[in-house]
């Protein structure tokens, strides 16, 4: 199983930029297509943005979309989240997660998929 170690995470004012960092290790990083969720106080984990195994496809949450993007570079073992014009609603613990897959270009959303989670980063945005 791939073991996730996620970093970036801390606290900024609102409009402020952060970007997350997951680095990947104990099995073949290219196997997994690799997904960002976060979960708020009270709330349910939700998807953020999911990047497939080559890194051609991807998808960002509506509530993300045009402010957060997803990458990754398979030569590190590593996948990232930049975040840009961040609001106090962002706040959460953001956890990087693995799926593992055959298709080089598949790309999930549904947390249930995803087989191996990191330990979570705290993103706290002040207003």
């Known amino acids: 199983q791939v073991q996730l170690v996620e970093s970036g995470g801390g606290l900024v004012q609102a409009g402020g930029s952060l970007r997350l960092s997951c680095a990947a290790s104990?099995?073949?990083?290219?196997?997994?297509?690799m997904g960002w969720f976060r979960q708020a106080p009270g709330k349910e984990r939700e998807f953020v943005a999911v990047?497939?195994?080559?890194?051609?496809?991807?998808n960002h949450a509506d509530s993300v979309k045009g402010r957060f993007t997803i990458s990754r570079d398979n030569a590190k073992n590593a996948v990232y989240l930049q975040m840009n014009s961040l609001k106090p609603e962002d706040t959460a613990v953001y956890y990087c997660?693995?799926?593992?897959?055959?298709?080089?270009?598949?790309?999930?959303?549904?947390?249930?998929?995803?087989?191996?989670w990191g330990q979570g980063t705290q993103v706290t945005v002040s207003s």
């Open positions: 104990g099995r073949t990083f290219s196997n997994y297509a």
């Open positions: 990047i497939s195994r080559s890194g051609d496809n991807t």
């Open positions: 997660a693995a799926d593992f897959t055959l298709n080089k270009s598949y790309i999930g959303s549904q947390s249930r998929d995803y087989t191996a």
